[in-house]
């Protein structure tokens, strides 16, 4: 696709996805971190841990996938939680080069622990939003997590 010589003006960013999308990210990382703030988990690990808890043993490149995210992003973010023993990361007995994800039994009773603070967050978005815009938001937000490269 052939790049537009543009003379849009992108100070204030009103009408850019990205910008607003990555805005109002922040915003709801920052919402829902307060509110898991109790069980020492941020949200982004939350979700790592219930993933895990869900779909069982991953890969690195698995987990990446499910979270639309690099592995070396994803690397990063697994540490402080193989840290704290919430997650052991082992090689694969198929391939010595991939390595799986293990949730542990401490990571586990971390995961349940935080789950009641993240469906006080959740409750509170929804009402904040109203059920249908919430509805509409994350059809949409799925639709968005599809696209890989640009159309």
């Given amino acids: 696709m052939k790049r537009q010589n543009s003379k849009i003006d992108l100070n204030n960013c009103p009408d850019c996805v990205n910008f607003n999308l990555r805005k109002a990210m922040r915003a709801v990382s920052q919402y829902y971190d307060k509110i898991l703030a109790p069980t020492n988990l941020r949200c982004t690990q939350f979700t790592i841990l219930t993933i895990l808890s869900r779909l069982g043993v991953l890969s690195i490149t698995e987990l990446a996938e499910h979270l639309v995210m690099d592995r070396t992003t994803l690397t990063r973010n697994l540490k402080p939680l193989e840290k704290e023993g919430h997650l052991t990361i082992l090689p694969d ?41 919430t509805k509409q938001l994350i059809r949409l937000l799925q639709r968005l997590s599809t696209i890989h490269q640009p159309l």
């Fill in 93 to 133: 007995t198929a391939d010595k080069r991939s390595r799986r994800i293990v949730l542990t039994n401490t990571g586990k009773a971390a995961q349940e622990m935080a789950m009641p603070y993240w469906q006080q967050a959740q409750s509170e978005m929804v009402g904040f939003m109203g059920e249908e815009d």
